[in-house]
């Protein structure tokens, strides 16, 4: 059950776009997204609940589709501090507190 | 609020060893969780508390793992015997919900190298 994440890695100049995705064969209830820097814990991005609008905060904003159970992270103008690597976590329901992770994206930002 | 709180920060220890790993969650959040991470496997749940009640351990991976809860500021997951396959970062989570409805915050993890 754990969501598929793509691509594996990428690799940016600072002020360019990236778009992650995450797929899941099973109908979601949210998908969660973080950002792990090497060697620190997760950090909470956003969460896309079931039935609700794109979220974002300043340039990283992410979608979610239901129907095709598919989730996107946009990553605009991205700047040094966006390297890292990218998780989603995905919950099947709202009582469960189980997340599915994937396997991750690993982002690089050049000067 | 200091966060999470997990101790120790690395652990190394002998085949065959218990190992305990502790955890302090943000006080007032009532869901607490416990991943495993690792390259080949990424990140994942092992077991999660609501209210200090256990509601899904399917994560464990076997019987030389077990997690408590006795009470909301307190956790630990213990190994025993330890094997060299246990080794990786373990993280603690916690959230003030059940966890798909809101943002879990993590703590910084105990690398644990088992040789």
Known sequence: ???????????????????????????????????????????????????????????????????KQQSSLYLTAS????????????????????????????????? | DAGVIQSPRHEVTEMGQEVTLRCKPISGHNSLFWYRQTMMRGLELLIYFNNNVPID????????????????????????PSEPRDSAVYFCASSSLQGSDTEAFFGQGTRLTVV
């Open chain 1, 1 to 67: 059950q754990q969501p598929v994440q793509s691509p594996q890695a990428v690799i940016l100049r600072e002020g360019e776009d990236a778009v992650i995705n995450c797929s899941s064969s099973k109908a979601l209830y949210s998908v969660h997204w973080y950002r792990q820097k090497h060697g620190e814990a997760p950090v909470f991005l956003m969460i896309l609940l079931k039935g609700g609008e794109q979220k974002g905060h300043d340039k990283i904003s992410a979608s979610f589709n239901e129907k």
């Open chain 1, 79 to 111: 700047q040094l501090s966006y390297s890292g690597t990218y998780f989603c976590g995905t919950a099947r329901g709202s009582t469960l507190g189980r997340l599915y992770f994937g396997r991750g994206t690993q982002l690089t930002v050049w000067p």
């Open chain 2, 57 to 80: 351990d399917s994560g464990m991976p076997e019987d030389r793992f077990s997690a408590k809860m006795p009470n909301a500021s307190f956790s630990t997951l213990k190994i025993q």
